[in-house]
């Protein structure tokens, strides 16, 4: 099962349907990938989709992958066992 926490600020407009949207994308990556068998597992995946500006990732891209410009997407991949 797919669990997926979402945040958005400003200037996201709340008229979209953000949580639909990012299920819809988080669904498709993932079975593109060769993981697609976590869609239909009884565990829970949670994943975490954060909309923000250009500022932000400009500085989370260059803090984490020393690259100075904005980016679409970063990913921090993250397993660990329910405990």
Do not use: C
């Amino acid at each position: 099962m797919i669990h997926i926490e979402l945040a958005h600020e400003t200037p996201w407009d709340t008229a979209t349907d953000w949580d639909s949207l990012a299920l819809r994308a988080v669904r498709a990556a993932i079975e593109r990938t060769p993981h697609g068998e976590l869609l239909t597992t009884p565990a829970v995946v949670e994943i975490s989709v954060r909309l923000t500006s250009d500022e932000e990732v400009h500085g989370l891209n260059a803090q984490y992958r020393q690259k100075d410009k904005p980016t679409n997407v970063l990913s921090f991949p993250m397993v660990q066992p329910d405990l």
